[in-house]
C-alpha cells in the first residue's frame, strides 16, 4: 500500500498548481482519497476528499472553487488542481487514503485516514 504526492512548488500569488497522487495497492473504487494539509505551526486539516466508488467529493470553504479534484483510474492517480492560490494556501499537502467509502461528514476526519503520502511542499509567495 503506498500513495505518491509530487508537483509541489513555489507559486506567486494567483498562481496555479496541479498535484498528483499515485495510489497502489488498494482496490481504489472501495476506498476515500483525501487531500490534506499542514502549514507551520498549525494544524493538519482537510482540503478536499473523494469518494472512489461514486466520485462524491468534498470540499473544504477555504478551497471551494479555487481548487478541484479529479480522478484517472487507469492511471490509479488522484489530482489537486490548485487555481487562484494565496500565501495563506502555503503548507505541506498530503495526499491519504480510507480503506472505506467515507460519508460526506466524515471525509476530513483524519482518524479514518490509514495511510498517508510523504507530503509535498506548496509555498505561494511573491
Known amino acids: 500500500v503506498q500513495l505518491q504526492a509530487s508537483g509541489g512548488g513555489l507559486v506567486q500569488p494567483g498562481g496555479s498548481l496541479r498535484l498528483s497522487c499515485v495510489v497502489s495497492?488498494?482496490?481504489?473504487?472501495?476506498?476515500?482519497i483525501g487531500w490534506f494539509r499542514q502549514a507551520p505551526g498549525k494544524e493538519r486539516e482537510g482540503v478536499v476528499s473523494?469518494?472512489?466508488?461514486?466520485?462524491?467529493?468534498a470540499y473544504a470553504d477555504s478551497v471551494r472553487g479555487r481548487f478541484t479534484i479529479s480522478r484517472d483510474n487507469a492511471k490509479n492517480t488522484i489530482y489537486l488542481q490548485m487555481n487562484s492560490l494565496q500565501p495563506e494556501d502555503t503548507a505541506v499537502y498530503y495526499c491519504?487514503?480510507?480503506?472505506?467509502?467515507?460519508?460526506?461528514?466524515?471525509?476530513?476526519?483524519?482518524?479514518?485516514?490509514?495511510?498517508w503520502g510523504q507530503g509535498t511542499q506548496v509555498t505561494v509567495s511573491s
Open positions: 491519504a487514503a480510507a480503506n472505506a467509502g467515507l460519508i460526506r461528514s466524515s471525509m476530513f476526519a483524519i482518524r479514518y485516514y490509514g495511510y
Open positions: 495497492g488498494f482496490t481504489l473504487g472501495r476506498i476515500t
Open positions: 473523494i469518494r472512489q466508488s461514486d466520485g462524491s467529493t
